[in-house]
Structures are given as structure tokens and as C-alpha cells.
Nanobody, 125 residues
Framework: QVQLVESGGGLVQAGGSLRLSCAAPGSIFGSYAMGWLRQPPGKERKFVAGIRGRGDSTYYADSVKGRFTITRDFAKNTVYLQMNSLKPEDTAVYYC??????????????????WGKGTLVTVSS
């Protein structure tokens, strides 16, 4: 069973930064697109950012463009989400996900091959 392990969530003040990490098995890391989705309390889950298996293409939701950056480290089999200029509306549970089909990113936020358990990010005003 594939496990994605997230870390890096927490409480931060508005304007601050956090970096989320997602470790994946080496068996999928180089071939699966990976990304982050988030689900605010009582709301639908939505895509935040994604990166192709080879790292040669990225996706960002409009709401985070210019503030968030997704990268992948092939030596550590880890994907990172650097979040800067955080806003209270960024408060959510952030999920790491992986899928063989890059085209899914930005479309169906519930249909991914593999999921992490989620990490809570809280931005105070």
C-alpha cells in the first residue's frame, strides 16, 4: 500500500510562511504527478498546486499564484509546498496526493490515486 506522509503544518500569523513536505515511496515518485489540495472547514476540497512526475511542469490555483511554490526533490522522494504571504483564508487541512494522470490536476479534487492523511494549516489574522 502506498503511503504519502505529510509534515509541516501548524499555526502562523497572517503574512508568515510555512513549508509543507510530502514523502512518497521511491517506487512511484519519479513517475507520478504529485500535488497539494486543501479543504477549509465545512467547504469543498480544492486543488492548490501540482507538479509533474519529471518536475517539468507545475499547476497553481489562481488563489495561490505568486505566493506558493511547489518543488520536488528526487534525491529525497519528497515534494514541498512553500507557502509565503499566508492569509487567513489559506486556513485548511492540506492533503498531499499523487496520480499517474497529470491531466487530473485542477479538475476532480476527490479522484486521485493516492492520498496523505492531511496536515492542518491555521493562519491567524
Amino acid at each position: 500500500q502506498v503511503q504519502l506522509v505529510e509534515s509541516g503544518g501548524g499555526l502562523v500569523q497572517a503574512g508568515g510562511s510555512l513549508r509543507l513536505s510530502c514523502a512518497a515511496p521511491g517506487s512511484i515518485f519519479g513517475s507520478y504527478a504529485m500535488g497539494w489540495l486543501r479543504q477549509p472547514p465545512g467547504k469543498e476540497r480544492k486543488f492548490v498546486a501540482g507538479i509533474r512526475g519529471r518536475g517539468d511542469s507545475t499547476y497553481y490555483a489562481d488563489s495561490v499564484k505568486g505566493r506558493f511554490t511547489i518543488t520536488r526533490d528526487f534525491a529525497k522522494n519528497t515534494v514541498y509546498l512553500q507557502m509565503n504571504s499566508l492569509k487567513p483564508e489559506d486556513t485548511a487541512v492540506y492533503y498531499c496526493a499523487a496520480d499517474l494522470n497529470w491531466r487530473k490536476f485542477g479538475t476532480d479534487a476527490y479522484d486521485m490515486d493516492y492520498w496523505g492523511k492531511g496536515t492542518l494549516v491555521t493562519v491567524s489574522s
